[in-house]
């Protein structure tokens, strides 16, 4: 158990060393436009192993809208890159988030039911709260396109939400 707190605590670390790294190397609209879209991948992701494990109409319920959101979101983004002629650009931030989530995936991979759907609510509920922290700090601040910008301030705004209903359903489950 000890290993494994210390292995999250290490990838956390990591995590934020390299939103660290980013914000003092302020990322570009092509880099910011990478990182929010891999966060809404990444979501969407967790959420099809949800709709696929659980049973519980909460888990159920909430999978399908992060499902439903994060594609709409993504779907603007990748509009809106298009509009712009502006290829996302992959960087420490985008791939320090995929990594975590890819060992994520694989944590619940081997969980079933109730320990299931606990440990999916409760990284939905830090997943978000980081998400929605680097685009608050790190994102918003640091978009020089206003269409990308309002477009992240949308996210936020919706992404806060996703936070909130989270922790709702963590409330329910205990």
Do not use: W
Not at 101 to 122: N, P
Not at 123 to 137: M, R
Not at 147 to 160: D, V, Y
């Amino acid at each position: 158990m000890l290993i494994r707190s210390t292995t999250a605590l290490a990838a956390l670390f990591l995590l934020s060393t390299a939103m660290l790294a980013q914000a003092s190397d302020k990322p570009s609209d092509p880099q910011i436009a990478h990182i929010a879209y891999t966060a809404g991948v990444l979501d969407v992701e967790a959420a099809m192993q949800a709709l696929k494990k659980s049973k519980n109409k909460e888990i159920l319920d909430f999978a399908k809208d992060m499902v439903r959101d994060h594609e709409a979101v993504n779907k603007q983004a990748l509009d809106l890159v298009k509009k712009l002629n502006v290829t996302p650009e992959d960087n420490a931030t985008s791939k320090a988030l995929t990594k975590a989530a890819d060992e994520e995936r694989a944590k619940l991979a081997k969980l079933d039911g109730a320990a299931f759907d606990k440990a999916y609510v409760d990284n939905e509920v830090a997943y978000h709260k980081q998400v929605n922290g680097a685009l608050e700090t790190l994102l918003i601040p640091s978009a020089e396109n206003a269409e990308l910008k309002s477009l992240l301030e949308t996210g936020l705004k919706l992404f806060q939400g996703h936070e909130q209903h989270a922790e709702h359903v963590a409330g329910m489950l205990k």
